[in-house]
């Protein structure tokens, strides 16, 4: 038995930990420059290691994996990847999202796994379509939101402009942090509107950073004939709302910082500004009760499977984010799913470009469990309670096809495969009750040509794609009593998906329609929250 003091040494010690941590994803839309973002943000935190907590796993070096051919090829991202460093003392926990509207769901899984976000806005082309989505996802689940306008070195829009489309658009109010000081090839630098001071964008980057006070800055814009960005700093000084930490948590407003990432400019800003203000790990709803992130015992929740991070080792990640209490290496779980017992001997932290055994980790952390298909989706681990963290969500496809064996001999192992791969969640799969052939669910159309690649890299499986006439799938609940009459009378139309509930096919949404007013005690959804 630890003595109590003991005890309040370790409880001191996790709510420290939490207390530090910052975990956050950036939401954009492609080409506003995430990628440039994401690699200054590590350039000033990456290189460091967490002292202590992990050691070197030396061959694994390549994070990312040789099959995502198509990832190269069309230069888009297809993987979500964590990424974890430390910068002024937090530690900060980035999910990366791909930015490919195609990868939707694994995108808001991923949302589903962290404290605050940073949305990313080109300066000249303001707020687009995938950043609206995103912020939408955001805001059911009460994210609070940064933003970085970028891409302040080219020609922009006139900030007061983006400010009023944020708030417009988005119903977000905004509060300025910093302010861009001209733009293009006027562009000085970012005024800080609470220090007074400015920040000048110089060729060495911002890690040399300059900074002038309001005489200087006057005279540097007269001598470059730019004195009316004084006058736009002042009107922005009085006539901007202030940052309301409140506000912010609660989503209701959005600081605002303002740079260009390809010119390393802004970037120091944004990190301060996320270890000032970001929340620290929330509190997790589960089935039975919320719980706490400074709680001493260990849980967590599984929100990605990877396969094939290193193609050497044939392993599938599962990614679990930790929502209290400490976990250790070796340390035994409750996988509450199956009711097993689980040893955790090499859970691992990702950085930039390796991966590291993870010693401990703390709530809001994003650690990496190898295991063989024995964590899904959804999944809780805990120290014990029988408990289960709600709300990692699964969307309805957009697209079915029928899959089409070129060597049927090979019917057995495409049955394991597809198996495999939906419980990763890389594809749907819902197996008609009347026994006839699987149907495969997509939610992109991207998915079928990285399914297609997976079965031909993993599997030596060659497959085509049939269509059927089904071209819609909704999850059915509601009472027990209603969802068995119903599933009685439409025997033809019911399919199971992997974790054996129901779903009703339909051919179109008129066929659907049809169905869900003849069956008004019948639930038919569109996102099935796993559970
Ligand atoms: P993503 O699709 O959002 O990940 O965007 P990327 O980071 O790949 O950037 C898209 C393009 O914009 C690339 O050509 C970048 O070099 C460029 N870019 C990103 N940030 C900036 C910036 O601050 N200024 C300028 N001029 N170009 C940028």
């Known amino acids: 038995m630890s003595s109590p003091s003991a005890a309040t040494a370790a409880e001191n010690r996790i709510r420290a930990e939490v207390g530090r941590r910052r975990t956050f994803a950036i939401i954009s839309h492609p080409d506003a420059g995430k990628t440039t973002l994401t690699e200054k943000l590590l350039l000033f935190g990456g290189a460091i290691q967490l002292a202590g907590q992990v050691r070197a796993r030396g061959e694994n070096r390549r994070t990312r994996s040789d099959w995502m051919k198509i990832e190269r090829e069309r230069g888009i991202s297809v993987v979500t990847s964590v990424m974890t460093f430390e910068y002024g003392g937090h530690v900060f926990n ?59 070195d080219r020609e922009a829009r006139d900030p007061f402009e983006t400010l ?25 630098g970012t005024y800080d509107l609470a220090s007074r001071r400015t920040r000048l964008m110089n060729e060495k980057g911002e890690d040399h950073r300059d900074e002038i006070d309001d005489a200087a800055l006057d005279e540097l814009l007269a001598a470059r004939h730019l004195s009316d960005k004084r006058e736009e700093i002042e009107i922005a000084r009085e006539g901007t709302a202030r940052f309301d930490v409140q506000a912010f948590r609660e989503g209701h407003l959005t600081p605002v910082f303002w740079g260009s990432a390809l010119r390393n400019f802004g970037i120091k800003d944004l ?29 967590a929740f599984v929100f990605k499977i990877q396969a094939n991070m290193d193609p050497n080792h044939r392993d ?33 932290f990702f950085f930039a470009q390796e991966r590291q ?40 496809p957009e697209i079915l096809r029928r899959l089409r064996l070129e ?42 040509d990285v399914l297609q690649n997976r079965l031909e890299q993993e599997y030596g499986l060659e497959v085509g794609f049939e269509t059927s006439q089904y071209n819609m799938a909704r999850w059915v609940g509601g009472e027990r009593q209603a969802v068995a009459d119903f599933a009685a009378a439409n025997r033809s139309a019911l399919a199971e ?23 008004p005690s019948v639930r038919f959804t569109d996102v099935k929250e796993i559970q």
Not at 103 to 116: K, P
Not at 413 to 434: I, S
Not at 500 to 516: I, K
Request: charged share 25%; net charge negative; glycine share 8%.
């Open 316 to 348: 599938r990640i599962a990614f679990v984010r930790l929502c209290s209490g400490r976990l250790q290496r070796g340390m035994k779980v409750r996988h509450v799913r199956s009711g097993k017992t689980m040893s955790l001997h090499t859970p691992q």
């Open 357 to 396: 055994l993870a010693e401990e980790a703390f709530a809001g952390d994003v650690v990496g469990l190898p295991n063989h298909g024995t964590l899904r989706i959804g999944d809780t681990l805990t120290e014990g309670e029988d408990l289960t963290f709600v709300g990692v969500p699964s969307f309805a």
């Open 94 to 152: 980035l999910l990366d999202t791909p930015g490919h509207e195609d990868f939707s769901e694994d995108t808001y899984r991923t949302l589903t796994a962290v404290d605050s976000a940073v949305m990313v806005i080109d300066a000249a082309k303001g707020i687009e379509a995938r950043t609206r989505k995103l912020f939408e996802v955001c805001r059911l689940r009460d994210i609070p939101i940064v933003t970085f306008v970028n891409k302040l």
């Open 407 to 448: 060597d049927a001999m090979k019917a057995k192992k495409l049955k394991q495969a597809m198996q495999e791969l939906a419980e990763e969640g890389v594809v749907q799969l819902f197996r008609p009750v009347d026994g006839s052939p699987a149907l495969v669910g997509f939610v992109g159309a991207l998915q079928l």
């Open 271 to 299: 990190l301060d500004g996320l270890g000032a203000f970001a929340p620290a790990p929330r509190d997790q709803r589960a089935d039975t009760r919320e719980v706490h992130a400074d709680e001493e015992k260990m849980s």
């Open 497 to 519: 998906d992997v974790d054996g509930d129901p779903v009703l096919l339909s051919s179109s949404g008129y066929a659907f329609n049809y169905v869900r007013e003849k069956w």
């Open 164 to 188: 009023d489309e944020i708030e417009k658009t988005l119903a977000l109010d905004t509060a300025p942090v910093t302010w861009p000081v001209g733009s293009g090839r006027d562009f000085v």
